[in-house]
């Protein structure tokens, strides 16, 4: 039932049935659909109406008349407040079954095709400390919890080192364990901030556009390497002498940092990759390895963020591949060129295409590393590299992988792609739904033959998907 509360919605024993985007959870009220954060199916609760449509809500759960048998205690002191890990309170096994059918329903419902029984989706062997990469925004402007607002208590400072706050773009949760990454991460973060507030160093205001200090990013690799970069606003001389003491700071307590970094941004916005990279100490980069492959990492890189399963992951696209040694094989959106490099081997050539021109120089690196001599790499827009007249220039794929970004495939691309009618497609995505509507364009020529959901984010609602296409006869 629902009743009114000083014109607040309250809906009463509404029990959870399903599992919903963006992490959210579902209950279903007469005909109204409700999504509900940090809740699961089988609780009952009391859920206050924020927000309201004809057909759907968005609701809160402010109180648990019975909680789901099927329910994990959160291990993280900032859950439900950081946005981030929602599904925590998911057992690990559920979480995968909603993965794996959060994958069926987007290829069915949006891509309305024919398809096979879907593979068992591979599970990470590391549910906590899985990144290798994250990265934490200074703010002068603190979130405070639900339980800090009720103290009503005037804080000396309000300088926070963690993570925006969903919805509030200029908050951000001060952050002091995040479960995500290596501890050294932990420290390195908490280290700093503590310094920067003993010595007076300015947060960063976002809306006013003042203060020095931006950003921390920080990556691991499975090597053991670790890069550490410090974004600040700096407009003067002693602002720069000031930064420079905080980065050797750095430099002296953690001597494990083999890349320590910092970029001068003062700009309206948070984006560096049109920003020089200055070297404070060690090297520029870091590496990863994989099957005994290495690869260059480097500030500006995208490597995926899982290491352990993104070996998983490239092992599924390179079977999908089927490759024998005779093949052309282009790999879109090739990233730093890892699934090139990996695949080179059972390739006759193989030709990667991606829009970050330093990410293409790291590819080309990772080649020469390597000993490998059958790749060839080639920076720009997507649909503008991809044309006829490329294909013409280097000859018609036999296999194409291609691993967009979560908006999918431009119709331009996707048009080059049937037009060159390479015998198989092996479409790597974070995105099902998306993947769902361009895999509803390829149908004109291509089936699908297999689909593998990879877990590369536990506690998370995202999931990777590898579909193989095959050319219809």
């Known amino acids: 039932m ?3 509360r000083k014109k607040e919605i309250i809906l009463e024993n509404v029990t959870i049935t399903d599992v919903a985007a963006e992490g959210k959870a579902l209950a279903r009220v007469n005909d109204l659909v409700v999504f509900v954060p940090y809740v699961v199916p089988g609780d009952v609760v009391d859920l206050l109406v924020k927000r309201k449509k004809h057909r759907y809500a ?4 402010v109180k648990f008349h019975q909680y789901s048998a099927e329910r994990a205690v959160s291990f993280c002191q900032h859950y439900g407040v950081c946005g981030g890990c929602k599904w925590q309170v998911l057992p690990y096994e559920a979480q995968l079954r909603y993965k794996q059918q959060q994958v069926w329903d987007n ?3 949006i891509g309305k095709i024919e398809l096979p029984e879907i593979r068992p989706i591979i599970g990470s062997e590391k549910t906590q400390f899985y990144r290798n990469k994250l990265e934490f925004t200074f703010s002068n402007k603190r979130w405070l919890t639900a ?3 009720k103290q009503e208590v005037v804080y000396d400072q309000m300088n926070a080192l963690g993570f925006h706050i969903p919805n509030a773009f200029d908050k951000v949760l001060d952050i002091e364990k995040c479960w995500l990454q290596d501890d050294i991460s932990n420290r390195i973060r908490n280290e700093v901030r503590q310094y920067a507030l003993q010595h007076d160093y300015p947060f960063f205001n976002l809306r006013t556009q003042e203060g020095m200090l931006r950003t921390l990013i920080i990556r691991t690799s499975s090597t053991g390497e670790l890069m550490v970069i410090l974004v600040s606003k700096i407009e003067r001389d ?3 002498a000031l930064f420079r003491q905080l980065l050797q700071h750095v430099a002296d307590t953690f001597p494990e940092i083999t890349s320590l970094l910092y970029i001068i941004n003062n700009k309206c916005n948070d984006t560096v990759t049109d920003l020089e990279v200055y070297t404070f100490s060690g090297r520029d980069h870091i590496f990863e ?11 500006k890189s995208f490597y995926q963020t899982n290491s352990e399963q993104a070996y998983n992951l490239y092992k599924v696209a390179r079977d999908f591949a089927g490759l024998t040694g005779n093949e052309l094989v282009y790999d879109l959106y090739t990233g730093t060129g890892t699934i090139a490099n990996f695949v080179s081997r059972q390739a006759r050539q193989v030709i990667g295409i991606e829009y970050v021109p330093e990410a293409i120089e790291d590819a080309k690196v990772n080649s020469e590393l390597n000993g490998i001599h059958n790749t060839l790499f080639y920076a720009g827009d997507m649909k503008d590299i991809l044309t006829r007249e490329f294909i013409d220039r280097h000859g018609c794929p036999d296999v194409i992988i291609t691993d967009p970004p979560r ?8 048009d080059v792609i049937l037009a060159a009618e390479p015998k198989r497609i092996v479409y790597v995505s974070c995105n099902p739904a998306t993947q769902a509507r361009d895999l509803q364009l390829l149908d004109v020529k291509y089936r ?3 689909i593998q959901p990879v877990d590369m984010f536990p506690h998370t609602h995202h999931v990777e998907n590898v579909v193989l296409l095959e050319r219809k006869a």
């Open 407 to 414: 908006a999918g495939m431009h119709q331009d691309v996707v």
């Open 448 to 450: 699908v033959a297999a």
């Open 289 to 299: 390895e994989m099957e005994g492959l290495r690869f260059k990492i480097g500030p």
């Open 238 to 240: 002693e602002e720069m």
């Open 107 to 109: 290829l069915t419902r």
């Open 147 to 149: 339980e800090e607002v």
């Open 58 to 61: 968005e609701a809160e759960a």
């Open 2 to 4: 629902a009743r009114n």
